[in-house]
């Protein structure tokens, strides 16, 4: 898994936050955020997967991710003006804008 070539919050969250095929992480700040889909993205490529359908509750780090690669509901969303939808994951809803959690 190339573990050599990333820092252990890769080869972690590789290891422990994807579910089928979503990845589910929370990280304090929008920085955080930015570089580890960054890392993310070039891990899994490694492998040979293409990571998509990118969601944040960051409109910072919604804006660095390339619209090919964000999820469909935010994907043409005018981040300035509208509010993020809610999303599910793991038949879980998550409020993006709240950052709350339901089923």
Not at 25 to 53: H, M
Request: hydrophobic share 35%.
């Amino acid at each position: 898994m190339n573990t050599e070539r990333y820092d252990e919050e890769i080869t972690e969250t590789i290891k422990r936050n994807f579910y089928v095929d979503d990845c589910l992480k929370s990280v304090p700040t929008a920085e955080q955020a930015i570089q580890l889909t960054k890392d993310l993205k070039d891990a899994c490529f490694q492998g040979g997967f293409v990571l998509t359908k990118f969601i944040s509750n960051s409109r910072e780090v919604l804006a660095s991710i390339p619209e090919e690669h964000k999820g469909k509901l935010v994907k043409e969303m005018d981040l300035d003006k509208e509010q993020p939808p809610i999303e599910r994951a793991l038949g879980i809803h998550w409020d993006i804008e709240s950052g709350n959690i339901s089923s």
